[in-house]
């Protein structure tokens, strides 16, 4: 698969089937992710990677909390988003939002339907491998999108595998849990999780893409030659 064709092909994936990915092809992904620039080669990303049983350990830590206790988690470590979402980033989100939760027939006015899709999340909608990617708390922006860049990579290597994956931030609202059941450092600050499997392709959540806008809306050009007419 070339690159193109990885970027192409890449989604959010939110349904797996249980087909297990072996340590040997993670490992593979991530060594040639950590090929991903970094400012002054600080290479600050840093992962934990679970599988089998100890992905099962976790889910059943959450599975009950999540279902009854706390639907949003124990409370981000970081803001997700800007407080104030300003336009035109607002109308984006809730377009994606829509179009996600329109795929799987939850109306907009269902907020426990959405709850329950958005606590998916915290079973890694049953991808068999959930990465955690975290960094040094000491990191600032640039560090911040040196791992954005590195994720980026995971994702797309996967697809040279025929494996997809779904980044997911909403892991860090339950940062106070994964901290001791990963034996994190307090040093360190988890950035998201990334699911990682083969995608079920049928199910109705990953049956829709997400848009994009076109380059004149988010790019200027100066100085080129003035594009040969086409015939
Ligand atoms: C850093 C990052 C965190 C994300 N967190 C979540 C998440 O917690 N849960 C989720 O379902 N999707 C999450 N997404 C997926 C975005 O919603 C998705 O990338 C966006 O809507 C574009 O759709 P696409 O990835 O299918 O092209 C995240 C994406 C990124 C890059």
Redesign the pocket.
Known sequence: MDVRDAVAT???C?AFLPTPVPQTIVRDILECAARAPSGGNLQPWLVHVVAGERLEALKAILRPRFAAELPRGEGAEYDVYPPDLKEPYYSRRAR?GNQLYASIGIPREDRPGRYRQFSR?YLFYDAPVGIFVFMDRSMGPPQWSDV?GF?QNIMLLARAHGLHT??????TNWHKTLTPFLKLSPEHILF?GIALGFADEDAPINRW??EREGVEAFARFEGFAAPEPRS
């Open positions: 890449r989604y959010s939110r994606v999340n954005g994720i779904c980044p997911q931030e909403a892991w998201c893409r997400s």
